[in-house]
């Protein structure tokens, strides 16, 4: 099926960091969505997105949903070692009811 | 809170057996639930879209007769797979539309680790 390109594919960072990541998608969506995966367990809602430019944070979080409605980016403040995961973006096409997963963007945190 | 039931967590099976999972909303009927798919350290995958009252509409490639989907009732959606074999293994979850709209967000079940010796 078809799926959301997301980078970087992985990232080392140390804690205290800030992280960021994104999802591109050659055609237009209308609402993006941002999960976080821990190992074994279902994802977890972070952030939804519904309008071209809006800038939404929850806690250290922050995410946009981008212009050119192809693109959405993630940001994480000031990394904690709980941030360790894997995250994924969604993206839900014009007319449509379901949603497409990015290649997700594995994060381990450094102590 | 949780608003999405998944059970079980896990199970093994033999290879030729029939395993179902069940996915229930909690406090709130759902119509529609969706069943992905995830191989390890890969994105998730649509299955199937699971109607309740009527058929499943499954996604491309997605055997309907080897995944069996019940929606019986506007809490309770189950998967089965049938005569498993060792290429079934995977994680399979359940989600849910919180709220009205296609646009509404999914929230996803604890999710299933099915294991075909």
């Known amino acids: 099926g078809q799926q959301l390109n997301q980078s970087p594919q992985s990232m080392f960072i140390q804690e205290g960091e800030d992280v960021s990541m994104n999802c591109t998608s050659s055609?237009?969506?209308?609402?993006w969505l941002w999960y976080k995966q821990d190992p074994g367990e279902g994802p977890v809602l972070l952030i939804a997105?519904?309008?071209?430019?809006e800038l939404t944070s929850n806690g250290r979080l922050t995410a946009q949903f981008g212009i050119t409605r192809k693109d959405s980016f993630l940001n994480i403040s000031a990394s904690i070692p709980s941030d360790v995961g894997i995250y994924f973006c969604?993206?839900?096409?014009?007319?449509?009811?379901?949603?497409?997963f990015g290649t997700g963007t594995r994060l381990k945190v450094l102590a | 809170g949780a608003v999405v039931s998944q059970h079980p967590s896990w199970v093994i099976c033999k290879s030729g057996t029939s395993v179902k999972i069940e996915c229930r909303s909690l406090?709130?009927?759902?119509?529609?639930m969706f069943w992905y798919r995830q191989f390890p350290k890969q994105s998730l995958m649509l299955m199937a879209t699971s109607n309740e009252g009527s058929k499943a509409t499954y996604e491309q490639g997605v055997e309907k007769d080897k995944f069996l989907i019940n929606h019986a009732s506007l809490t309770l959606s189950t998967l089965t797979v049938t005569s498993a074999h060792p290429e079934d293994s995977s994680f399979y979850i359940c989600?849910?539309?919180?709220?009205?709209?296609?646009?509404?967000?999914?929230?996803f079940g604890n999710g299933t680790r099915l294991t075909v010796t």
């Open positions: 997105l519904y309008k071209a430019g």
């Open positions: 406090d709130f009927q759902a119509t529609t």
């Open positions: 969604a993206g839900l096409s014009p007319g449509t009811y379901k949603y497409i």
């Open positions: 055609s237009i969506f209308n609402t």
């Open positions: 989600s849910v539309h919180i709220g009205t709209g296609p646009g509404s967000p999914l929230h």
